[in-house]
C-alpha cells in the first residue's frame, strides 16, 4: 500500500517556532493592554450547537459554517426524505447538531445570556481563540485564522469607545508602529444624511456607495449612486459631505450645518464630539484620529460609532475595527443590552511587522543560553549550572554529550542562541568558563557566577 503524502486541509497552515513565537509577542502585547483597560479573558467552545450559529450571518455566512457530522452511526436518525429528495438543508439539521464557531461575537452573546447572572456589568471581556469559515481559500484569508476581541456589554457611556481608541494607541505602538489612523465614524450621522435627502429606505444602498469612495473616486460614487435610484438633486445635496475636509472640529461644523434638520444627525455629531473630548484628556501616543463619514462598516450590526484602524507605513487593508451595537444580545432572549467592542487583525499585523522588520530579536529567541560540552564529564559538570540557570528564570539549555563542538555551536546559531557555554577539562580545573557571545564571536573567561550576573542584565 503506497504511503500518503501528508499536507493540511486546504485553507489552514502550520506555524514554525519561529512564527509562533512572533505570533505570541503580538498576542501577548496585545493581552498586556486588554488586561491594563480591566478586560478580563474568556475562552468558549471551538464548537457550538448549530442552533446557535444558524440565522446570524446572513444566508451567505450559513454556507460558510463548518457542520460537524453526530458521532456514531449519524445516519441512523437522519431524514429519510431530505435524503432521497437530496434536500441538503433539510438532511444536515437531522446529521449535524454541532458547528465549528464561525466567530467570537455570536459565542460571546451566549456567554453572557447563559451567564448573566454572575456576571458583574458592565462586563469587559477579551477573547483571542481560532475561528472557522468555511471560505474558499485565497492568499491572505483562512478557512481557520484567529480572532483577537475585546467587547464590553452593559454600559452605553462613550468613555468605552475613548477607551477603545486608547487600547488601539497603546497597543499598536507596543508593537512598533510608527504611522497609523484610527478612523471613526457614527451610524447616526450616516441615518440623518439619509435622513436629509429623505431617503431613509436606501440607508444601505447610500452607504455602500460612498464606503467606495477611497477605491472608485468621487465620480465612481456618483454612478453607482444614480444606478441605485438617487437623483441629481441628491447627490448635490451630499455632495460637501461626502468630500468633507479640514480639521476634525472643521469637519464636525459643516457636519452639524448639513444635518441641522437631522435630530439623529445632530446626535451623532454630539457623540463624535464626546468622544473626541474623552480621548483629548488621556494623550494618545500615536495614533491620529480621523473623522471619516465615509466609514460605514457592518452597517446592518453597528448602531453608533464605528471604527477602522490603517496603517500609513505600508499598502495593507485594515487592521483594525469595531463599533457600537445595541442589541447583541438580543438573539438569545436578552434584550436591551447595549455594546461596543473591536477587533485585532493579527494575521495583517503579523504581515505589517514583518514587512517593517519590526520583531524585536527577543520575539525569535527561545533559548538564551547554550551549554557545550567535550565529554560526559563536562556535562556532570554543566547540569548544576543549567539548574541555576533555569531557577533565575533564564531560557537554558544544556547539549547532550557525545556531539562535536561544531554541530553543538550550528544548532545554536540555527536556534538564534545569543550565548554558549563550553566546558573542557581546563574549564572544569580553573572553574573559569568559556563563554562567548555568538553575534561577535567573543569570548571570555568567567566563573559561573559571573556568567549568571552577564545573562540577568
Known amino acids: 500500500m503506497a504511503s500518503i503524502k501528508p499536507s493540511v486541509p486546504k485553507g ?14 503580538i498576542f501577548d502585547t496585545i493581552k498586556g493592554v486588554f488586561r491594563k483597560y480591566g478586560y478580563q479573558q474568556i475562552e468558549t467552545p471551538s464548537m457550538e450547537n448549530l442552533s446557535t450559529l444558524t440565522g446570524k450571518y446572513g444566508d451567505e455566512g ?83 485564522f484567529y480572532q ?76 453607482e449612486l444614480l444606478e441605485r435610484g438617487f437623483t441629481q438633486a441628491d447627490i448635490d445635496q451630499i455632495k460637501p459631505i461626502i468630500l468633507l475636509e479640514g480639521s476634525n472640529d472643521e469637519k464636525l461644523a459643516s457636519l452639524r450645518a448639513a444635518l441641522k434638520d437631522s435630530t439623529i444627525g445632530l446626535q451623532g455629531c454630539d457623540e463624535i464630539q464626546t468622544v473626541f473630548d474623552y480621548v483629548a484628556a488621556c494623550k494618545p501616543l500615536t495614533a491620529k484620529l480621523e473623522l471619516d463619514i465615509t466609514l460605514a462598516r457592518g452597517l446592518n450590526y453597528y448602531t453608533g460609532a464605528i471604527f477602522e484602524v490603517k496603517t500609513n507605513e505600508v499598502a495593507m487593508g485594515s487592521i483594525g475595527g469595531g463599533g457600537r451595537y445595541d442589541d447583541l444580545t438580543g438573539m438569545f432572549g436578552l434584550k436591551g443590552l447595549t455594546g461596543a467592542g473591536i477587533s485585532f487583525g493579527a494575521d495583517r499585523i503579523y504581515d505589517v511587522l514583518e514587512e517593517l522588520n519590526l520583531f524585536p530579536q527577543s520575539a525569535e529567541q527561545s533559548t538564551q543560553v547554550l551549554i557545550c560540552c567535550f565529554d560526559e564529564q563536562g556535562e556532570k559538570y554543566g547540569l548544576p549550572l543549567l539548574q ?34 563550553l566546558i573542557g577539562s581546563d574549564e572544569m580545573q580553573s572553574g573559569l568558563l568559556t563563554f562567548k557571545n555568538m553575534e561577535s564571536g567573543e569570548q571570555e573567561k568567567l566563573s559561573a557566577d559571573d556568567i549568571l550576573g552577564r545573562l540577568k542584565k
Open 12 to 25: 489552514t497552515r502550520d506555524f514554525s517556532p519561529a512564527e509562533m513565537a512572533k505570533r505570541n509577542f
Open 62 to 144: 450559513d454556507k460558510l459554517i463548518f457542520k460537524i457530522l453526530n458521532s456514531g452511526d449519524f445516519l441512523a436518525k437522519a431524514d429519510e426524505q431530505a435524503l432521497s429528495t437530496r434536500n441538503s438543508n433539510q438532511a444536515t439539521a437531522s446529521i449535524s447538531e454541532k458547528a465549528l464557531r464561525y466567530d467570537l461575537t455570536v459565542p460571546f452573546a451566549r456567554y453572557v445570556v447563559q451567564h448573566q447572572n454572575e456576571i458583574t456589568f458592565p462586563f469587559k471581556r477579551f477573547q483571542v481563540q481560532p475561528v472557522w469559515r468555511a471560505d474558499r481559500p485565497q492568499k491572505g484569508r483562512y478557512r481557520e
Open 148 to 223: 483577537c476581541d475585546a467587547d464590553v456589554v452593559g454600559s452605553a457611556s462613550l468613555l468605552n469607545e475613548a477607551e477603545f481608541i486608547m487600547i488601539y494607541d497603546e497597543a499598536l505602538s507596543l508593537l512598533g508602529l510608527k504611522d497609523f489612523s484610527i478612523k471613526i465614524n457614527n451610524r447616526k450621522i450616516l441615518s440623518g444624511i439619509a435622513q436629509v435627502i429623505d431617503k431613509n429606505d436606501s440607508i444601505i444602498d447610500m452607504t455602500v456607495a460612498i464606503d467606495k469612495l477611497d477605491k472608485i473616486g468621487f465620480d465612481g460614487v456618483v454612478k
Open 388 to 421: 541555576n540557570l533555569r531557577s533565575q528564570n533564564i531560557n537554558a539549555e544544556l547539549y547532550p554529550a557525545g556531539a562535536k563542538i561544531k554541530k553543538q555551536m550550528e544548532y545554536a546559531n540555527n536556534k538564534q542562541i545569543p550565548y554558549t557555554v
